[in-house]
Each structure stands twice: as C-alpha cells, then as structure tokens.
C-alpha cells in the first residue's frame, strides 16, 4: 500500500532535495598507490563525484582510483601540487559544485571529516573552510616537532601579508564554495598554491574560516612525496614573490634608493682618495660599483612591476 503525502510533507521533501548541496570532493595525487584507495572509498561516501589529479604518477594510482569509480585527470608528466589544485577547480567548474572539498591523496587527512568542512561552507557561510590541525592544540601535538614549527613560522608569515587570522595556513584538506571556485584564479604550480588561495581570498573579499582536523603521521604518510624542507622554501618564496608583486615600491623600491645612497657615498669617498693621493682603493671602488649596480636594477625592477601591475588593474576594472 502506498501512502500519500500531503502538499506541505511534498514542499518539504522537495526542500530537503534542493537544498542538498552536490559536492565534489578533490584528491591531488602522486605516486600514492598505496593509500589512494581508502582516500577514494572514503571520500565517495560524502561526495556527488569524487576526482583524482594523477600528477604524472609512475605507479599504479590512476588506475586503482579509476577502477574504483573516481574521475581521473592525467598530467602527462609531474606538474606540481599547485598546478594539480589547479585541475580540480577547473573540473569542479565544469561539474557547476556547490562545494570542492579537497584532501591529500596520501592519508595524512580523515575523509571522515569532510562533512564538517561542507558544514562551514554551507550553512556557516563560508568561502573557504580549512581543516586546521591548530585549532585544537591536542590535534597539534601530533604533528612531527619540526612540521609543527615550520607551519606556525609559514602561517604566521601569511598572517602579516593576508591578515586573516588562521592557524594552519597550510592545511591541504580545504572547503571551496561556488563563489570561491569562480573567483580564485591560481597560477601557483607547487606548493605556494596554499599560499596564493589564502592572498586571492583577502584581495577579494572571500570569508575564510577554521574547523578542527586531524592529520595521521606515520606508516606510509611519512614515506610521503611532499619533502618538508623543499616544500617549505617553496612557500616561503611563493610569499616573498607575491608581496614584492602587490607592493614592489615598498619592498624593491625603497631597499633600491638605499643601495643607490649608498652606492653614491662609496663613489664619493673614492673620488676623495683620489683626488688625494692620487690612487683608487679597489674595495671602495668595488663596493661602489655592487651597490650602485644593485640600487639601479632593484629599482628598474620596481618600477616596471608597479606599471604591469597597474596595467592589469585598468584592465581588469574595464572588463
């Protein structure tokens, strides 16, 4: 016997569909077929569609993650972490999610908890929601001592440029919204890609926000693609260029003047010995010669990336 439903139980049901958000759920990944099926298990249980970016993986990880009814993208060759964030955004798109979730393919990140992430997005409102392991310092303390201080000194870095406030600015496990995806145009091809999404986020205006997660250390984690200390000196140098590129009179500009200052003094003082005693001392001249040299090309440079930067701006406000 089959029951019908009144119009209001109808309204609500169809609600309750409608508001269902279709959620995609992100897995970069290289050479991590030991651990990409859990991930890909896991993940589907809270996703619409699950995609792996196999990043020019030599192993099998393509593969099993096909076998088991995730999407594949495939990089012919390794590209980067960045530039395989880059492919999952550019396929959320074309799927129109509501919400890319993405999380490492090496199981440091609980799939488990990709609900509370679509949580923040969707009914905290969020654009961004980061899986962040300080949020809760016994979440923390598991961290190997020295990823632990390297992520603090990283995110405290971020801090001073985006002025969001976070405690983990580089959590790979990560929420996007619809607008994010729209907006967050990444050019970033390795690991400063955290980075960049945290800088685009403040430049326009996105709302960032934390939920604790946990992250697994050891077992086949540790044995993991993304060296520490490469990955590390990667986003310090992504942070570094991408200040000098939104402030370049400040940052290449001013230390310019200097060495041009200076370069003039030790130019000065050589001319005098000169004109004294009829000799040049070599270090004087050489010092003259390196700042001077310095000065003009930190300032050269500075001027030229202000005037792209300032082109793009026009361009960018008349489209």
């Known amino acids: 016997m089959v029951e019908s439903l009144g119009s209001e139980e109808v309204s609500g049901a169809v609600k309750a569909f409608v508001a269902q958000p279709f959620v995609v759920v992100g897995v970069p990944a290289f050479n991590e ?5 859990r991930v890909v298990l896991e993940a589907q249980r809270y996703a619409g569609k699950v995609v792996v970016c196999d990043d020019g993986s030599t ?6 993650a096909e076998r088991l009814g995730a999407e594949v993208i495939r990089h012919g060759r390794r590209l980067g972490y960045g530039a ?10 074309e799927f129109e999610a509501d919400v890319l979730v993405i999380l490492d393919g090496d199981g440091q990140h609980d799939p488990r908890e990709i609900p509370s992430v679509v ?17 809760k310092e016994g979440l923390a303390r598991r961290m190997p001592w020295y990823r632990r201080a390297g992520v603090r000194f990283i995110t405290r870095l971020v801090n001073n440029s985006a002025k969001h406030g976070v405690k983990d600015a580089q959590s790979g496990f990560r929420a996007y919204s619809r607008r994010a995806l729209e907006t967050l145009d990444l050019t970033e091809k390795g690991m400063g890609v955290s980075v960049e999404i945290l800088l685009e986020a403040r430049k326009h205006g996105l709302k960032v926000r934390e939920v604790p997660a946990s992250c697994h250390y050891g077992g086949d984690v540790e044995n993991s693609t993304h060296n520490p200390v490469r990955h590390g000196v990667e986003v310090v140098m992504s942070i570094v260029r991408r200040v000098v590129e ?7 500009g001013v230390p310019g003047m200097l060495c041009l200052v200076v370069g003039i003094f030790f130019g000065v003082w050589m001319l005098q010995i000169y004109a004294v005693e009829h000799r040049i001392v070599t270090n ?19 001027i030229t990336l202000y005037a792209i930067s300032r082109l793009a701006e026009k361009t960018n406000g008349k489209e």
Do not use: K
Not at 246 to 252: G, S
């Open 246 to 252: 939104e402030r370049p009179l400040v940052y290449l």
């Open 84 to 93: 395989a964030v880059q492919s999952l955004f550019r396929r959320a798109r």
């Open 284 to 302: 004087i001249a050489l010092a003259a010669m390196a700042f001077t040299l310095i000065g003009f090309f930190a300032l050269s440079t500075a």
């Open 33 to 37: 077929e030991r651990t990409i099926a």
């Open 119 to 135: 949580r923040a997005v969707v009914e905290e409102g969020a654009d961004i929601a980061i899986g962040s392991r300080f949020v």
């Open 59 to 64: 192993d099998m990880t393509g593969e099993i």
